[in-house]
């Protein structure tokens, strides 16, 4: 069944096309900095937003017009699969990440959902290896349903912590069947809203041994996937115990799991944490901890998690100039972890918000890739941190400076040499003219 029938395959046309269904900027094909921009980005579709998410919010119902809406139970479930291969080819986008409540009701049992899920899956090994399209990654909601009100990993009932331990086993199982090049993990609510109940040493040791039971588990399987996990502040919880990049990185290395472990970044989840993208990212990849991308940005107006389709290129720019510097995203991708507006609400807007998404990233990796060739940030540093390069800042960089020759240094040196402009705004004047030119 096409489900999408009225769009043809969205080619690239270049930036002075007119036709909304088409790329302006991505070009799949195209070598930039050694690599084709597919496999640079290496695009995924987010299975929840995009296939079930239905534009309601707290002020009013679903409004979107999905071709699938006349189903029910596993009948409905059954069609978003289909119709996801149809959206993938379509868009030429390689790859689909999915939680296990996306694919498959719950049920009334935890057996019941189990079975769902093999239903299912074998619906999605077979489109996949008709369409030869991959899993970026999976991962298990341990967030939605009622029984996770204290958490997951952090809960207060050791039942619901062995609930949550089944439905990672059987995500870590659907993830090697399925080929999955990563394993995500997103602490909805693993997190508190006051100290005045909570064991926080507990809380945070019980996760711990979950992600060690869930790396055990993953070799007895031999899944190879990377592990990653997503920071995330405030939202749903008031206190989430994966703040951020930093937060989430001491957290890896004080419990071992460091070795383990990468982020998947969200660029919204920046925002509520007070940061910009790149700051995550800078962080993330100083520390060797960057594996992935969830693509979106939020609304500075508004305080949550509002999960807008990425249109901003310079934030675009240098989320790619990071990714670049990284080496690229290893087994990781660019997750369009993004809805649609509530008005948005036709069957076609899935398709023009992708592009819109899709463009704005090729843009971002072009532009980053010229200033990377011309070393435009690079030099800049470079001359900043020069007095680090000779004299007594080499000795500091070597080790060989210690507070006693410091000092001493300081104080036959009355007059030091003078501190230089750091430059910010014409910084951003140059960055200006490399995103309004080829």
């Known amino acids: 069944m096409a489900y999408f029938a009225n769009i043809e395959k969205i080619t690239y046309e270049g930036v002075q096309s007119k036709n909304p269904y088409a790329f302006k900027f991505y070009n799949p094909t195209q070598v930039i900095a050694g690599k084709t921009m597919e496999e640079h980005l290496r695009f995924g579709m987010a299975y929840w937003h995009t296939m079930v998410a239905g534009g309601a919010d707290p002020f009013g119902v679903n409004t979107a017009v999905r071709p699938w809406d006349?189903?029910?139970?596993?009948?409905?479930?059954?069609?978003?699969?289909?119709?996801?291969?149809?959206?993938?080819?379509?868009?030429?986008?390689?790859?689909?990440?999915f939680h296990d409540v996306d694919i498959a009701p719950e049920g009334d049992s935890l057996r019941e959902f189990y079975s769902n899920i093999d239903t299912i899956v074998d619906l999605l090994e077979g489109y996949m290896k008709q369409s030869g399209k991959k899993l970026l990654w999976n991962t298990a909601n341990?967030?939605?349903n009622p029984r996770f009100m204290h958490g997951a990993a952090s809960t207060s009932n050791a039942d619901v912590y062995a609930h949550a331990a089944a439905q990672i086993k059987k995500g870590l199982e659907v993830g090697k069947r399925l080929g999955a090049e990563n394993y995500v993990f997103w602490g909805g609510r693993e997190g508190y809203e006051t100290l005045l109940n909570t064991d926080y040493a507990l809380e945070q040791d019980n996760i711990s041994r979950m992600f060690h039971m869930a790396i055990d588990y993953a070799k007895e399987i031999q899944f190879d996937a990377q592990f990653l996990i997503e920071p995330k502040p405030k939202e749903p919880t008031k206190h989430q115990y994966d703040f951020d990049a930093a937060t989430t990185i001491a957290f890896?290395?004080?419990?071992?799991?460091?070795?383990?472990?990468?982020?998947?970044?969200?660029?919204n989840h920046a925002t509520l944490a007070g940061?910009?993208?790149?700051?995550?990212?800078r962080v993330a990849r100083t520390n060797g901890m960057l594996g992935s991308l969830d693509a979106n940005q939020g609304d500075l107006l508004i305080g949550w998690d509002t999960d807008?389709?990425?249109v901003d290129l310079y934030a675009a720019t240098l989320t790619m100039y990071e990714v670049l510097q990284n080496g690229g995203l290893g087994k990781g991708g660019v997750n369009f972890d993004?809805?649609?507006?509530?008005?948005?609400?036709?069957?076609?807007?899935?398709?023009?918000?992708?592009i819109a998404g899709m463009d704005t990233f090729a843009k971002g990796l072009t532009t980053a890739a010229r200033l990377i060739e011309d070393r435009v940030f690079e030099d800049f540093i470079d001359?900043?941190?020069?007095?680090?390069?000779?004299?007594?800042?080499?000795?500091?960089?070597?080790?060989?400076?210690?507070?006693?020759?410091?000092?001493e240094y300081a104080l036959n040196n009355e007059t030091p040499r003078a501190n230089e402009s750091g430059r910010e705004e014409w910084l951003k004047s140059v960055l200006n003219q490399y995103l309004v030119t080829e």
Request: hydrophobic share 40%.
């Open 70 to 97: 006349s189903y029910t139970g596993l009948d409905l479930a059954k069609a978003r699969a289909e119709a996801l291969f149809e959206l993938m080819d379509k868009l030429d986008m390689p790859y689909f990440c």
């Open 142 to 144: 341990m967030f939605s």
């Open 252 to 267: 890896l290395q004080k419990n071992g799991l460091d070795k383990h472990f990468k982020l998947n970044l969200e660029a």
């Open 275 to 281: 940061h910009n993208f790149q700051h995550e990212l």
């Open 308 to 310: 807008e389709f990425p």
């Open 338 to 354: 993004a809805k649609v507006r509530r008005p948005s609400f036709e069957p076609e807007d899935l398709f023009l918000a992708h």
């Open 383 to 407: 001359k900043r941190y020069s007095s680090f390069q000779e004299g007594i800042g080499a000795d500091v960089l070597s080790g060989k400076a210690t507070l006693s020759s410091l000092a």
